[in-house]
């Protein structure tokens, strides 16, 4: 999860309940899961950008770290962490919540650096 120079920040998205957000990936998405913060993955314009990297046999059938973005609230949140919990990428079909998953290759990296 990106909480680098914006995402995650009251600054840009002062309506969003960033820690809840985070609460919620960290204590829904599964036994097998770890929210790990990161500083910033250069997708600022759609933030809060979460980033999930595929199981191991997933990863061993050619499929990519999924990026989610505009992760600002709990309802994507909780979508979110039910996709990780069923299996996540390469395993789970995502729910429709989600909207386009896009994968590294496909995020302009433009850091809002100084916000």
Known sequence: MCR?????TTRKHPDVDHDG???ILTHHSGADSELVRTECLWAC???NVVVVNPSAEARHAG????WITHV????RAEALAAWVRDGGPGIA???PELGRIRTGAEIT??????W
């Open 4 to 8: 680098g120079c914006c995402c995650g």
């Open 21 to 23: 957000i985070a609460e």
């Open 45 to 47: 314009e759609l933030s």
């Open 63 to 66: 499929t990519r770290p999924a």
């Open 72 to 75: 600002n609230t709990f309802e």
């Open 93 to 95: 079909k995502p729910p």
């Open 109 to 114: 990296r433009i850091s809002k650096a100084g």
